[in-house]
């Protein structure tokens, strides 16, 4: 959606209630599912990987409630902006209170499962004294992506932003320094934003996935732990936030990191599978993610 037409459907969504904004959201999705079938059948083979004992009928059905789902991401963040009132239960907040209570930073790792934009927002609104920076990826002519950042700027979370064509390294010294002040740098454990970027093999789903390494090594090197997060829809304007025990990433010497950092990938792939087998509608990843299927014999 280009940014004068969100101003559009968002104004008379002000004017007609939530329902209108509804209507014309799922119109567009289906939209995006009849017309765009490179991307509905991106969907369609991951949800062969998630089910693969059902039938072709019912992994297009699948897709085609992921696209719906989607729509909630535009509502609520429409209902978070508007001063709407969404609800919300934390499991695991105990975690990140004391890191807090013990001046340590930490890694918050969030994925493209569930809605990451109004988790981040409602965390920093339920604790203020959480200081957050968040990297994320900019494209030049996304014109919603720029709105939405300057949202959670206005929210109190400190956003760096880097281009496809590359951060800078002192984007991470910046990040070392947040997190070894006691800041948490909130990061997409899941996506890679760049061909260059240095990606950790990982086990999906009985397939392979790049994932993205920075996370991890961020963590290890400011010796942090990684706190995943998770923000699930229960139903319009609900949503349930999770944080899990965290994980340690340590090596005893530079020759040990690579495993190090690689367990951790492991275990994050491993949670947001858990986790996407329990909320399967809303995995927003919308390109091919998936790689080469696991030989039974082979394991990392």
């Known amino acids: 959606m280009r940014e004068r037409f969100y101003k559009w459907l968002t104004a008379c969504s002000r004017r007609l209630g939530p329902g209108f904004f509804t209507l014309i959201a799922q119109g567009i999705a289906a939209g995006y599912f009849f017309l765009f079938p490179n991307r509905t059948l991106a969907s369609v083979r991951f949800y062969q990987a998630l089910y693969p004992d059902r039938t072709r009928f019912y992994h297009y059905w699948c897709a085609w409630c992921q696209f719906r789902s989607f729509t909630s991401v535009f509502l609520d963040r429409f209902l978070l902006s508007s001063g709407g009132l969404i609800r919300n239960t934390f499991e695991g907040r105990h975690y990140l209170r004391q890191a807090i209570e013990e001046k340590r930073g930490g890694i918050l790792l969030m994925s493209h499962l569930g809605n990451w934009e109004v988790g981040a927002r409602l965390l920093r609104r339920a604790m203020p004294e959480l200081r957050l920076m968040l990297y994320v990826g900019q494209r030049i002519k996304d014109q919603i992506e720029r709105m939405q950042k300057q949202d959670l700027a206005a929210s109190g979370i400190r956003i760096l932003a880097v281009d496809q064509e590359g951060g800078s390294a002192f984007d991470l010294v910046e990040g070392i320094a947040f997190l070894r002040s006691g800041g948490f740098v909130s990061m997409a454990g899941d996506m890679i934003w760049r061909p260059d970027q240095r990606a950790v093999k990982a086990r999906f789903l009985n397939?392979?996935?790049?994932?993205?390494?920075?996370?991890?090594?961020?963590?290890?090197?400011?010796?942090?732990?990684?706190?995943?997060?998770?923000?699930?829809?229960?139903?319009?304007?609900?949503?349930?936030?999770?944080?899990?025990?965290?994980?340690?990433?340590?090596?005893?010497?530079r020759a040990d990191r690579v495993d190090a950092i690689r367990q951790s990938v492991q275990a994050y792939a491993k949670l947001v599978e858990d986790h996407l087998r329990r909320h399967p509608f809303e995995w927003y990843h919308f390109q091919a993610f998936l790689g080469e299927p696991v030989e039974p014999s082979k394991s990392l």
């Open 207 to 253: 397939h392979w996935v790049q994932l993205p390494e920075a996370p991890h090594m961020l963590a290890l090197i400011a010796r942090v732990p990684v706190y995943v997060f998770f923000a699930s829809s229960r139903g319009q304007g609900r949503y349930h936030f999770s944080i899990c025990p965290p994980i340690d990433v340590q090596a005893a010497n």
